[in-house]
């Protein structure tokens, strides 16, 4: 079971920007994905979630309203749209796998990642 996450850049502060996150391996129709991130120096933080099962999401307060998290089951991918960024959105945005029925905003409760790509924003 692998997760590949792509879609970073260098863009400027009010630019958008959308990550994919590619899910190999076994199904994941009964778990919840996740999007992730961490700045230099501090510790990885949860930007959205998404149910596979009924697609409900939730985000970080930090980015609601600007970001959007959906999937596609049927291809195994879970995107984040992102928009309006901001310099403090600048991070490594890693997406995840839950399998347990737990607060989706825990990473404690994620036990596949990503290998991450990086975002930068400028101001």
């Known amino acids: 079971v692998q997760l590949q996450a792509c879609g970073g850049g260098l863009v400027q502060a009010g630019d958008y920007l959308s990550l994919s996150c590619a899910a190999s391996?076994?199904?994941?129709?009964?778990?919840?994905m996740g999007w992730f991130r961490q700045a230099p120096g501090k510790e990885r933080d949860f930007v959205a979630s998404?149910?596979?099962?009924?697609?409900?999401?939730l985000y970080a307060d930090s980015v609601k309203g600007r970001f959007t998290i959906s999937r596609d089951n049927s291809k195994k991918m879970v995107y984040l749209q992102m928009n309006s960024l901001k310099p403090e959105d600048t991070a490594m945005y890693y997406c995840?796998?839950?399998?347990?029925?737990?607060?989706?905003?825990?990473?404690?409760?994620?036990?596949?990642w990503g290998q991450g790509t990086e975002l930068t924003v400028s101001s």
């Open positions: 391996g076994r199904s994941f129709s009964d778990h919840a």
């Open positions: 995840a796998a839950k399998t347990v029925p737990a607060r989706p905003d825990d990473r404690g409760n994620y036990a596949i």
């Open positions: 998404i149910s596979w099962s009924d697609g409900s999401t």
